[in-house]
């Protein structure tokens, strides 16, 4: 579960992380009023679950409660990559530091935990990793052993941080570490991570991602959010089905998180030649769908007024091709007309029975495809029509 920067800086602070004090508003009236109980400037912050607030205009600010209001007004209901602000935090502006960042991440690639450093924060990591690889440090974690004092100090100095401030750096990489095993997270980031004039280290920002899996052993429920941005993945957790929404215009479903990452990298990489049409979600419809299940994944999808396209790709196991094209038939039945193309790509356990459902319900929106690579094809090329 994936956390918003208020609530992760509310993590942050209950372990000791200094963050700048601040409150969140729904309304730009509430803004204006928490302004006006700091009496000091304040930085207006869209609360999404995405990066790049800044550069779309979503981080302002306001030197008085007025200007609060007004920025408020501006940065409520915009849309950041997909994603709309329904909250702002308002915060108490910081003045004179330097930026840094650090994280904590689980590298599963290289089955570890990971700690990166740089002492170029503010900046997207990538970008520094690709342009000043010297200035990222990037460090595996021994989970048996952790972080302590002396473990951040080095991690600090090989990131290039300056020899006043490792110290104070240290004790927070300390807390950091701390988060990320005491709330199990698999990404806890900082950037940036500031150093005021006076040696205090604080948290600007905050990304927390928590493990799912070890939600029995929390009580994170206060953390999740029923909103996520227009409603789609609270719908589709109601339904139990597996979906993230992306940046992209291709609906994808498929049966099995392996075969549906595979289709996203192949649906990627079909649209290079399409004006780059990228995949709009991820959405598996588990093993053992049901008819039910694959028109409630259906009807999500189409939900999505950023989906031009769609494509199911289903390998028939433990889930029939049969089941899935009666799902398909019977969620355009629930839908009426659909509002764009449906590629629909069915192979293995009663391909051929599924097909023919498909084929008799005659369906102008739906079109078959035999092969993975041909479906995605297409279903670039209608998105991007």
Same mark, same amino acid.
């Given at each position: 579960?994936?956390?918003?920067?208020?609530?992760?800086?509310?993590?942050?602070?209950?372990?000791?992380?200094?963050?700048?004090?601040?409150?969140?508003?729904?309304?730009?009236?509430?803004?204006?009023?928490? *302004?006006?109980?700091?009496?000091?400037?304040?930085?207006?912050?869209?609360?999404?679950?995405?990066?790049?607030?800044?550069?779309?205009?979503?981080?302002?600010?306001?030197?008085?409660? $007025?200007?609060?209001?007004?920025?408020?007004?501006?940065?409520?209901?915009?849309?950041?990559?997909?994603?709309?602000?329904?909250?702002?935090?308002?915060?108490?502006?910081?003045? +004179? #530091?330097?930026?840094?960042?650090?994280?904590?991440?689980?590298?599963?690639?290289?089955?570890?935990? &990971?700690?990166?450093? %740089? %002492?170029?924060?503010?900046?997207?990591?990538?970008?520094?990793?690709? =342009?000043?690889?010297?200035?990222?440090?990037?460090?595996?974690? @021994?989970?048996?052993?952790?972080?302590?004092?002396? =473990?951040?100090?080095?991690?600090?100095?090989?990131?290039?941080?300056?020899?006043?401030?490792?110290?104070?750096?240290? /004790?927070?990489?300390?807390?950091?570490?701390?988060?990320?095993?005491? !709330?199990?997270?698999?990404?806890? !980031?900082?950037?940036?991570? *500031?150093?005021?004039?006076?040696?205090?280290?604080?948290?600007?920002?905050?990304?927390?991602?928590?493990?799912?899996? *070890?939600? #029995?052993?929390?009580?994170?429920?206060?953390?999740?959010?029923? $909103?996520?941005?227009?409603?789609?993945? /609270?719908?589709?957790?109601?339904?139990?089905?597996?979906?993230?929404?992306?940046?992209?215009?291709?609906?994808?479903?498929?049966? +099995?998180?392996?075969?549906?990452? $595979?289709? &996203?990298?192949?649906?990627?990489?079909?649209?290079?030649? #399409? @004006?780059?049409?990228?995949?709009?979600? #991820?959405?598996?419809?588990?093993?053992? /769908? $049901?008819?039910?299940?694959?028109?409630?994944?259906?009807?999500?999808?189409? %939900?999505?007024? @950023?989906?031009?396209?769609?494509?199911?790709?289903?390998?028939?196991?433990?889930?029939?091709?049969? *089941?899935?094209?009666?799902?398909?038939?019977?969620?355009?039945?629930?839908?009426?007309?659909?509002?764009?193309?449906?590629?629909?790509?069915?192979?293995?356990?009663?391909?051929?029975?599924?097909?023919?459902?498909?084929?008799?319900?005659?369906?102008?929106?739906?079109?078959?495809?035999? =092969?993975?690579?041909?479906?995605?094809?297409?279903? /670039?090329?209608?998105?991007?029509?």
């Amino acid at each position: 579960m994936d956390l918003y920067e208020y609530q992760a800086k509310e993590l942050f602070a209950r372990h000791g992380i200094t963050v700048p004090p601040g409150q969140v508003a729904a309304t730009p009236q509430e803004a204006r009023a928490i *302004a006006a109980e700091m009496r000091a400037p304040v930085v207006i912050k869209a609360q999404v679950k995405t990066g790049g607030r800044g550069k779309a205009g979503g981080v302002r600010l306001a030197p008085g409660p $007025s200007a609060a209001e007004d920025e408020a007004r501006r940065i409520l209901g915009m849309d950041i990559k997909g994603h709309t602000a329904h909250r702002v935090l308002v915060e108490k502006a910081t003045g +004179g #530091f330097e930026e840094y960042y650090a994280a904590y991440l689980v590298d599963r690639a290289n089955r570890t935990l &990971l700690a990166m450093v %740089s %002492s170029e924060g503010g900046m997207d990591i990538e970008e520094v990793a690709a =342009t000043k690889p010297e200035a990222l440090a990037r460090i595996p974690i @021994d989970a048996t052993i952790g972080v302590d004092l002396e =473990t951040a100090r080095l991690l600090a100095a090989r990131a290039g941080l300056p020899e006043d401030v490792l110290d104070a750096v240290a /004790a927070t990489l300390v807390r950091l570490w701390e988060v990320l095993v005491e !709330e199990d997270a698999v990404l806890v !980031e900082v950037n940036p991570l *500031a150093c005021t004039s006076d040696g205090t280290v604080l948290a600007l920002d905050g990304k927390i991602t928590l493990d799912g899996n *070890a939600a #029995f052993r929390h009580d994170h429920a206060a953390l999740a959010d029923g $909103s996520d941005d227009g409603g789609l993945e /609270a719908r589709a957790r109601a339904k139990h089905l597996n979906y993230v929404k992306l940046a992209g215009q291709v609906g994808v479903i498929g049966n +099995g998180a392996g075969l549906v990452m $595979s289709t &996203l990298d192949v649906v990627a990489y079909a649209g290079e030649r #399409f @004006d780059g049409v990228r995949p709009a979600n #991820f959405l598996d419809i588990g093993g053992g /769908a $049901s008819a039910q299940v694959m028109a409630d994944g259906l009807e999500i999808i189409l %939900s999505d007024p @950023d989906v031009r396209a769609v494509l199911v790709n289903v390998f028939g196991g433990i889930t029939a091709c049969d *089941a899935v094209a009666n799902g398909i038939v019977k969620a355009l039945e629930v839908l009426g007309e659909a509002r764009c193309p449906i590629v629909v790509r069915l192979d293995g356990n009663n391909a051929e029975a599924g097909r023919k459902i498909l084929s008799d319900a005659a369906h102008p929106m739906v079109r078959v495809v035999t =092969t993975m690579d041909g479906a995605a094809e297409l279903v /670039a090329e209608l998105a991007a029509a």
